[in-house]
């Protein structure tokens, strides 16, 4: 298969299948550039080989066809500033324009075509659609992870029309190689710590990791489906009464494989879901009456902590507790530091799913993991062993 650091593009026109999909405030200003800076070395090799770049992307969830907010074009000025170059905009990412356009390029330029995602074809995968983007470009390259798994025209179909000149960008080829040296290679004690507010959306990946982790720590929001599995009082926490039963599966197939399963102990509480809410602390299966837990206490976090940093591999994924709010990040931040803390003593850790992401950025601490994934839902699915057809359309001959 061919790769970005062997792949010539002297010459060619290639299109890149970003993930642009940032937020913006009211004054359509982006509050965090994360993954426009991840696709900068993608960008930036193609244009030091000779090649040209056309860049698509989608924008947020438009619903009928083009809106303001949700254009590319906002994102220009970010575009111009990593680049230090001028980048052009095409106002429709297919017909006349964007061809005569992507024609007209030549070598060193960028063209941004207008949000994939104001045509419903692109989510419908739609071969048409597909073909209109293929025929701007000479070269393919899928440089959004976060998109892989999602058979859409620009992330999947639109591999169909290169057979041969198709290949993934660095953003893509990092998370393969991170996320495999996690649950490929990983070097033991593998620490895995899954956070955030349910059980139900992060079953599957319990259950794939049960086979490949040493240990398997649980917070969040999902901890107390758990306490009410083994029959503690939880107040008015959060609980999915769906999936009592589950975790009780749970519990019984971590012991199975000889998995360290590891649950809070203490809970930090609050009389209301509100940063300014009465707290106090009790036992994890001893929330009172109307109050509900909000974070983990200072002895779990003791114990969470002297497990990460005994692991040689660590794999992070959901808050620990309401880390947005200030009174309730503190279990959070402490998992964040222990995990920055290892890492410096020589383990591997991955970061990935939007809390987490949002949490070490927070913190400021992107840059002191091993690998932070850009990819929310892809992550988990490719964690989860599923095979992504955004990975797939460019492995397959």
């Known amino acids: 298969m061919k790769t970005i650091d062997t792949y010539n593009f002297k010459n060619k026109r290639a299109i890149i299948r970003v993930d642009f999909n940032v937020p913006l405030n009211s004054q359509y200003e982006i509050t965090d550039d994360t993954r426009i800076r991840a696709a900068m070395p993608t960008v930036q090799k193609i244009l030091a080989d000779g090649g040209s770049v056309i860049l698509m992307s989608h924008l947020g969830r438009p619903k009928e066809g083009p809106e303001e907010k949700f254009s590319l074009v906002h994102l220009i000025p970010t575009l111009e500033e990593k680049l230090n170059l001028h980048v052009q905009f095409a106002p429709d990412c297919i017909g006349d324009q964007a061809r005569q356009m992507a024609e007209n390029l030549s070598s060193g330029e960028v063209l941004l075509l207008e949000n994939l995602r104001f045509y419903k074809e692109e989510a419908k995968g739609n071969k048409e659609f597909a073909e209109k983007l293929a025929g701007l470009a000479d070269v393919y390259v899928n440089d959004a992870f976060g998109t892989a798994h999602r058979a859409h025209a620009s992330t999947t179909i639109i591999a169909n029309f290169f057979p041969e000149e198709k290949l993934f960008g660095y953003v893509i080829q990092n998370e393969l190689n991170s996320i495999d040296s996690v649950i490929g290679q990983s070097r033991k004690p593998f620490t895995a710590i899954l956070g955030g507010a349910k059980v139900s959306s992060k079953i599957t990946i319990i259950e794939n990791l049960l086979s490949k982790v040493d240990n398997l720590i649980i917070g969040g929001g999902m901890t107390y489906t758990f306490v009410k599995a083994m029959g503690g009082s939880i107040g008015n926490s959060l609980v999915e009464t769906d999936y009592i039963d589950t975790a009780k599966k749970v519990m019984e197939k971590a012991k199975e494989a ?119 839902g892809a992550l988990l699915e490719y964690i989860e062993g599923k095979e992504l057809p955004g990975i797939k359309a460019i492995r397959e001959k």
């Open 258 to 376: 000889g998995v360290k399963l590891l649950l809070p102990i203490d809970s930090v509480n609050g009389d209301a879901f509100d940063n300014d809410a009465k707290r106090e602390t009790s036992s994890i299966d001893a929330v009172p009456e109307n109050w509900l837990g909000m974070d983990i206490g200072d002895k779990t976090i003791e114990l969470f902590c002297n497990t990460i940093l005994n692991s040689s591999t660590i794999l992070w994924n959901g808050p620990m507790g309401v880390f947005e709010m200030s009174n309730f990040q503190k279990g959070t931040f402490e998992i964040a530091q222990a995990i920055t803390e290892s890492t410096q003593n020589g383990a591997f850790s991955l970061v990935g799913g939007g809390d987490s992401v949002a949490a070490v950025n927070k913190f400021n601490m992107a840059d002191k993991v091993s690998y932070v994934s850009t990819g929310g």
